[in-house]
């Protein structure tokens, strides 16, 4: 009863109940940030008819570049103020998209059912990985969540429920389930593509404020804590693991929510969704954007994504994207967005700095 009355307390600090933040170091956005976060979402919002009317590809694009910005988001949130490199977000997101499938099938189509529940099975998942991996450090918690993540993998892909409860099929096995509608919801239909956009960009948006506001918090605050020295925090008196445990299950949380959307628009739930290569692009995906912002791992992973659409029908694609991640961890160490800041803050030594970086890689390869 302790236990939970703690986590319960955990809670309330992260997303800031009966607490104020303070001057407690800077904040994660500052207000030109969320100016601008609302003028990309009102550009997108604007664009999106435009798109539909003309050329119904790019909206497809969109939705999937929102929602893989939104999986980025839950993966930077827990790497990048608690600093757990997760290699098992794949699960979470593969999970909360088959318990989407599932409810949409079995119980009822409306998203504000279906999407909660995914979300929670995502928490669920990741409780389950993250209790028995955030006592483990560094390279030893990533190698345990890539382990539990396949295990997760194979159960879904053997369809393993079915055999245990003695039914003919639960997940598809390798075959998935197909045939997954679209979700309704208040008297809306969203089978419309324009209005599964909207309902998209919303919940990217709202996702991306709340996990803001837990940043700003001193729940993580205490998160950055960890990060910078564990040690020293769990000797002032933290549960460091208890902590750890609860961001790693809030990413969970949101990643379980990515899931829900992007199976039902892309009407097929298989189990690729839980595989390992998709974890692997998720680090891609912050070390593009720039670990730690929130906002640049979700510009990486639309970035990672409109180029897989765009570079597909090429055969050496994987190259041409692997160059461009090449020339970014060179010349921009920081990512997209620690380029950008720095344009913003010194857009006179931007082409210094950028000879400078290559300047440094010379001498390290050289030495």
Known sequence: MKSVMNLAADLKTAIGIGETTGPIGEQVLSSQGRLAA???????????????????????ILTRMLVFALLALSLDFVFGYAG??????????????????LAIREVT???????????LVGVAVAAFIGWFSVRAKGIYFAMLTLAFAQMFYVI????????????????????????????????IDFTSRLLYFYLTLVLVL????????????????????????????????YDVQRYKLLAFSISGGFAGLAGGLY????????????HWTISGELVVML??????????????????????????????????????????????????AGTLISIKNDPRNTITHVKQALRNYVEKVRG
């Open 263 to 274: 199976v039902p628009f892309q009407s097929v739930a298989q189990p690729g969704l839980l």
């Open 109 to 119: 189509t409306n998203a504000l059912v279906v999407l909660p529940a995914s979300m």
């Open 206 to 237: 709202v996702s991306f404020a709340v996990l803001v506001r837990v940043a700003n918090s001193p729940f993580g605050r205490t998160m950055q804590g960890i990060r910078e020295n564990e040690e020293r925090m769990q000797f002032i008196g």
């Open 38 to 60: 609302l003028v990309v979402a009102g550009v997108l919002a604007v664009f999106a008819p435009v798109a539909q009317a003309f050329e119904p590809f790019w909206l497809n």
């Open 84 to 101: 757990l490199l997760s290699f098992g977000h794949a699960a979470m997101f593969g999970a909360g998209g088959y318990a989407a499938a």
């Open 287 to 336: 070390l593009l954007g720039g670990m730690g912002t929130l906002w640049g791992p979700m510009l990486g992973g639309a970035l990672v994504i409109y180029l897989e659409e765009r570079l597909a029908g090429f055969a050496t694609w994987e190259i041409i994207l692997g160059s461009v991640f090449v020339v970014v961890v060179i010349f921009a160490p920081r990512g997209l």
């Open 156 to 187: 879904v892909f053997t369809d393993l429920p079915a055999t245990v409860l003695d039914v003919e099929t639960i997940t598809g096995g390798d075959d998935g389930l197909f045939g997954i509608p679209l979700y309704e919801a208040i008297g």
